[in-house]
């Protein structure tokens, strides 16, 4: 069973404050995304990464930054929160490049920024 | 870049009646076409998919249909059950692995 986590379920934080958001998934999967989930507007990508130390800027990705040092970890970071980045996070993997397969999410992270 | 558009945001239907959710989409190189649910609190998850060489693919009660000329793709629930309530997403991919996907439809089915 494709097992994804995020490290926080809840997480509140202040104008101005680095967030970091971290994701794992134990399947040894290629491509991680970062996806935030706002009401009315879907799933919108933020980042992904095809393979260790790669990434990719999806849609929106004004105010955030992504790191993937190992292939099982992929994390998201706010380097100065905004309360327009308060917002549901969810992290997806999938294995293959240029493949169709799958995405496999994690539970989210409600973020509040205050 | 690809742009997905979904109808109905709000759906509503009796137990036992059909629901039907569209999307159209911009990019014609895109060629794979997938369906998530996801139930109140919980994560999304696929219930269904469609590639671009298959007009219709069928999984018991749910159904999908793909018109590439028109660029839309649709998703069909037959015999609705209560379970079936939850937030609808289509989405479409161009072969580089990101999707993109629709604002969400949600369904509730009425008892």
């Known amino acids: 069973d494709v097992k994804v986590t995020q490290s926080s379920r809840y997480l509140v934080k202040r104008t101005g404050e680095k967030v970091f958001l971290e994701c794992v998934q134990d399947m040894d999967h290629e491509n991680m995304f970062w996806y935030r989930q706002d009401p009315g507007l879907g799933l919108r990508l933020i980042y992904f990464s095809y393979d260790v130390k790669m990434k990719e800027k999806g849609d929106i990705p004004e105010g955030y930054s992504v790191s993937r040092e190992k292939k099982e970890r992929f994390s998201l970071i706010l380097e100065s929160a905004s309360t327009n980045q308060t917002s549901m996070y969810l992290c997806?993997?999938?294995?293959?490049?240029?493949?169709?397969?799958?995405?496999?999410f994690g539970p989210g992270t409600r973020l509040t920024v205050l | 870049g690809e742009n997905v558009e979904q109808h109905p945001s709000t759906l509503s239907v009796q137990e036992g009646d059909s629901a039907v959710i569209k999307c159209t989409y911009s990019d014609s190189a895109s060629n794979y076409f997938p369906w998530y649910k996801q139930e109140l609190g919980k994560r999304p998850q696929l219930i269904i998919d469609i590639r671009s060489n298959v007009g219709e693919k069928k999984d018991q009660r749910i159904a999908v249909t793909l018109n590439k000329t028109a660029k839309h793709f649709s998703l069909h629930i037959t015999e609705t059950q209560p379970e079936d309530s939850a937030v609808y997403f289509c989405?479409?991919?161009?072969?580089?692995?990101?999707?993109?996907f629709g604002t969400g439809t949600r369904l509730t089915v009425i008892p």
């Open positions: 997806a993997s999938n294995g293959g490049k240029f493949s169709y397969n799958e995405q496999f």
């Open positions: 989405a479409a991919q161009t072969g580089a692995n990101n999707l993109f």
